[in-house]
T-cell receptor
Protein backbone atom coordinates (compact mmCIF):
# COMPACT_ATOMS: atom_id res chain seq x y z
CA UNK A 1 0.00 0.00 0.00
CA UNK A 2 0.94 3.65 -0.15
CA UNK A 3 3.34 4.96 2.44
CA UNK A 4 3.60 8.39 4.01
CA UNK A 5 3.86 11.08 1.37
CA UNK A 6 5.13 14.63 1.73
CA UNK A 7 4.86 17.60 -0.57
CA UNK A 8 6.73 19.41 -1.86
CA UNK A 9 9.90 17.35 -1.92
CA UNK A 10 11.94 20.54 -2.11
CA UNK A 11 11.08 24.09 -1.14
CA UNK A 12 13.29 27.12 -1.60
CA UNK A 13 12.15 30.37 -0.05
CA UNK A 14 13.51 33.72 0.99
CA UNK A 15 14.11 34.85 4.53
CA UNK A 16 10.97 36.30 6.04
CA UNK A 17 8.53 34.38 3.84
CA UNK A 18 5.76 32.02 4.94
CA UNK A 19 5.82 28.32 3.99
CA UNK A 20 3.51 25.35 4.30
CA UNK A 21 4.65 21.73 4.23
CA UNK A 22 2.12 18.95 3.73
CA UNK A 23 2.02 15.38 5.01
CA UNK A 24 -0.32 12.57 3.92
CA UNK A 25 -0.12 9.73 6.44
CA UNK A 26 -0.76 6.07 5.79
CA UNK A 27 -4.50 5.49 5.54
CA UNK A 28 -5.99 4.55 8.91
CA UNK A 29 -3.07 5.83 10.99
CA UNK A 30 -4.43 8.08 13.71
CA UNK A 31 -1.05 9.18 15.08
CA UNK A 32 1.06 11.66 13.10
CA UNK A 33 4.47 13.13 13.93
CA UNK A 34 6.67 15.89 12.58
CA UNK A 35 10.44 15.85 12.97
CA UNK A 36 13.20 18.13 11.69
CA UNK A 37 16.57 16.86 10.50
CA UNK A 38 19.41 19.33 10.15
CA UNK A 39 22.48 18.50 8.10
CA UNK A 40 24.61 15.85 9.79
CA UNK A 41 22.17 15.37 12.66
CA UNK A 42 19.50 12.92 13.67
CA UNK A 43 15.83 13.85 13.43
CA UNK A 44 14.46 16.07 16.21
CA UNK A 45 10.86 15.82 17.36
CA UNK A 46 8.58 18.77 16.69
CA UNK A 47 4.95 17.78 17.31
CA UNK A 48 2.66 14.76 17.69
CA UNK A 49 -1.02 14.54 16.73
CA UNK A 50 -3.50 11.99 18.00
CA UNK A 51 -6.46 12.40 15.65
CA UNK A 52 -7.12 16.10 15.11
CA UNK A 53 -5.50 17.36 18.28
CA UNK A 54 -1.87 18.14 19.04
CA UNK A 55 -1.09 15.81 21.96
CA UNK A 56 2.51 16.98 22.35
CA UNK A 57 3.94 20.14 20.77
CA UNK A 58 6.91 20.41 23.09
CA UNK A 59 9.40 20.23 20.23
CA UNK A 60 8.21 23.29 18.30
CA UNK A 61 11.16 25.70 18.56
CA UNK A 62 9.13 28.94 18.78
CA UNK A 63 5.81 30.50 17.90
CA UNK A 64 6.74 30.89 14.23
CA UNK A 65 6.05 27.17 13.87
CA UNK A 66 2.51 25.83 13.84
CA UNK A 67 0.90 22.61 12.64
CA UNK A 68 -2.67 21.54 12.01
CA UNK A 69 -4.53 18.34 11.23
CA UNK A 70 -8.15 19.50 10.87
CA UNK A 71 -9.74 16.23 9.72
CA UNK A 72 -7.44 13.78 11.45
CA UNK A 73 -5.65 12.76 8.28
CA UNK A 74 -3.54 15.24 6.27
CA UNK A 75 -1.35 17.57 8.30
CA UNK A 76 0.25 20.89 7.40
CA UNK A 77 3.32 22.34 9.09
CA UNK A 78 3.36 26.12 8.81
CA UNK A 79 6.40 28.31 9.32
CA UNK A 80 6.05 32.08 9.49
CA UNK A 81 8.80 34.64 8.92
CA UNK A 82 11.29 31.97 7.90
CA UNK A 83 14.91 32.30 8.97
CA UNK A 84 18.05 30.78 7.47
CA UNK A 85 18.32 28.54 10.53
CA UNK A 86 15.02 26.89 9.58
CA UNK A 87 16.74 25.22 6.62
CA UNK A 88 16.49 21.46 7.16
CA UNK A 89 14.67 18.34 6.03
CA UNK A 90 11.23 18.16 7.60
CA UNK A 91 10.08 14.59 8.17
CA UNK A 92 6.59 13.32 8.76
CA UNK A 93 5.74 9.93 10.28
CA UNK A 94 2.53 8.11 11.11
CA UNK A 95 1.54 5.11 13.17
CA UNK A 96 -1.42 3.08 14.38
CA UNK A 97 -2.45 3.78 17.93
CA UNK A 98 -2.42 0.11 18.89
CA UNK A 99 1.03 -0.31 17.37
CA UNK A 100 2.36 3.07 18.35
CA UNK A 101 5.89 1.79 18.65
CA UNK A 102 6.42 1.60 14.88
CA UNK A 103 6.52 4.98 13.22
CA UNK A 104 6.58 4.97 9.41
CA UNK A 105 8.44 7.89 7.88
CA UNK A 106 7.89 9.82 4.70
CA UNK A 107 10.72 10.91 2.36
CA UNK A 108 10.80 14.42 3.80
CA UNK A 109 10.63 17.97 2.50
CA UNK A 110 13.95 19.73 2.08
CA UNK A 111 13.47 23.39 3.04
CA UNK A 112 16.10 25.92 2.03
CA UNK A 113 15.80 29.48 3.30
CA UNK A 114 17.98 31.93 1.37
CA UNK B 1 15.36 14.08 29.60
CA UNK B 2 16.54 11.31 27.38
CA UNK B 3 19.57 11.36 25.14
CA UNK B 4 21.17 9.02 22.63
CA UNK B 5 24.85 8.92 21.73
CA UNK B 6 26.14 7.15 18.66
CA UNK B 7 29.81 6.87 19.31
CA UNK B 8 30.98 6.72 15.69
CA UNK B 9 29.93 9.26 13.07
CA UNK B 10 31.45 7.17 10.27
CA UNK B 11 32.32 3.49 10.01
CA UNK B 12 34.14 2.19 6.92
CA UNK B 13 34.31 -1.60 6.49
CA UNK B 14 35.16 -4.02 3.74
CA UNK B 15 32.48 -6.09 2.07
CA UNK B 16 31.74 -9.39 3.85
CA UNK B 17 33.40 -8.14 7.06
CA UNK B 18 31.46 -7.95 10.34
CA UNK B 19 30.33 -4.59 11.67
CA UNK B 20 29.14 -3.14 14.97
CA UNK B 21 27.52 0.29 15.26
CA UNK B 22 27.49 1.55 18.82
CA UNK B 23 24.63 3.25 20.62
CA UNK B 24 24.37 4.38 24.23
CA UNK B 25 21.39 6.08 25.80
CA UNK B 26 20.59 8.01 28.94
CA UNK B 27 17.20 7.90 30.64
CA UNK B 28 15.88 7.88 34.17
CA UNK B 29 12.86 5.82 33.14
CA UNK B 30 12.28 2.69 31.08
CA UNK B 31 12.63 3.07 27.34
CA UNK B 32 11.94 1.27 24.12
CA UNK B 33 14.88 1.14 21.68
CA UNK B 34 15.02 1.32 17.89
CA UNK B 35 17.40 1.27 14.98
CA UNK B 36 16.39 3.02 11.76
CA UNK B 37 18.24 3.01 8.44
CA UNK B 38 18.25 5.78 5.85
CA UNK B 39 19.41 4.73 2.40
CA UNK B 40 20.57 7.47 0.02
CA UNK B 41 17.63 9.61 -1.12
CA UNK B 42 15.12 7.53 0.82
CA UNK B 43 13.12 7.92 4.01
CA UNK B 44 13.86 6.34 7.37
CA UNK B 45 13.06 2.64 7.58
CA UNK B 46 12.76 0.60 10.77
CA UNK B 47 15.48 -2.05 11.07
CA UNK B 48 14.57 -3.51 14.45
CA UNK B 49 13.21 -2.62 17.87
CA UNK B 50 13.43 -3.73 21.48
CA UNK B 51 10.26 -3.46 23.53
CA UNK B 52 10.64 -6.19 26.15
CA UNK B 53 11.65 -9.83 26.59
CA UNK B 54 14.77 -11.29 25.00
CA UNK B 55 17.58 -8.77 24.93
CA UNK B 56 18.82 -10.03 21.54
CA UNK B 57 16.65 -8.63 18.79
CA UNK B 58 16.79 -9.67 15.15
CA UNK B 59 15.74 -7.32 12.37
CA UNK B 60 15.63 -7.08 8.62
CA UNK B 61 18.55 -7.58 6.25
CA UNK B 62 20.48 -9.78 8.70
CA UNK B 63 20.96 -7.12 11.37
CA UNK B 64 20.63 -7.78 15.09
CA UNK B 65 21.04 -5.72 18.25
CA UNK B 66 21.50 -6.50 21.92
CA UNK B 67 19.98 -4.49 24.74
CA UNK B 68 22.29 -4.15 27.73
CA UNK B 69 20.49 -2.41 30.57
CA UNK B 70 23.49 -2.21 32.89
CA UNK B 71 25.59 -0.51 30.22
CA UNK B 72 22.63 1.41 28.77
CA UNK B 73 23.64 0.27 25.30
CA UNK B 74 21.90 -1.05 22.21
CA UNK B 75 24.65 -1.87 19.71
CA UNK B 76 23.77 -2.96 16.17
CA UNK B 77 25.65 -5.82 14.53
CA UNK B 78 25.84 -7.70 11.28
CA UNK B 79 28.20 -10.65 10.74
CA UNK B 80 28.82 -9.98 7.05
CA UNK B 81 27.99 -6.72 5.28
CA UNK B 82 27.16 -6.09 1.64
CA UNK B 83 27.61 -3.07 -0.59
CA UNK B 84 23.85 -2.54 -0.35
CA UNK B 85 24.17 -1.88 3.41
CA UNK B 86 25.78 1.49 2.67
CA UNK B 87 23.50 3.95 4.47
CA UNK B 88 23.06 6.17 7.52
CA UNK B 89 21.97 4.34 10.67
CA UNK B 90 20.10 6.01 13.51
CA UNK B 91 19.56 4.73 17.03
CA UNK B 92 16.48 6.05 18.83
CA UNK B 93 14.69 5.72 22.16
CA UNK B 94 11.11 6.27 23.23
CA UNK B 95 10.13 6.64 26.86
CA UNK B 96 7.37 4.31 27.94
CA UNK B 97 4.15 6.29 27.98
CA UNK B 98 5.40 8.93 25.54
CA UNK B 99 5.22 8.94 21.76
CA UNK B 100 8.15 10.96 20.52
CA UNK B 101 11.37 9.34 19.37
CA UNK B 102 14.71 10.76 20.49
CA UNK B 103 17.38 10.06 17.90
CA UNK B 104 21.14 9.87 17.98
CA UNK B 105 23.18 11.85 15.49
CA UNK B 106 23.62 8.90 13.13
CA UNK B 107 26.43 6.67 11.90
CA UNK B 108 27.36 6.60 8.26
CA UNK B 109 28.26 3.06 7.23
CA UNK B 110 30.42 2.82 4.12
CA UNK B 111 31.14 -0.55 2.55
CA UNK B 112 34.28 -0.86 0.47
CA UNK B 113 34.69 -3.67 -2.08
Amino acid sequence: GAGVSQTPSNKVTEKGKYVELRCDPISGHTALYWYRQSLGQGPEFLIYFQGTGAADDSGLPNDRFFAVRPEGSVSTLKIQRTERGDSAVYLCASSLVRNADTQYFGPGTRLTVL
Amino acid sequence: AQSVTQLDSQVPVFEEAPVELRCNYSSSVSVYLFWYVQYPNQGLQLLLKYLSGSTLVKGINGFEAEFNKSQTSFHLRKPSVHISDTAEYFCAVRVQGAQKLVFGQGTRLTINP
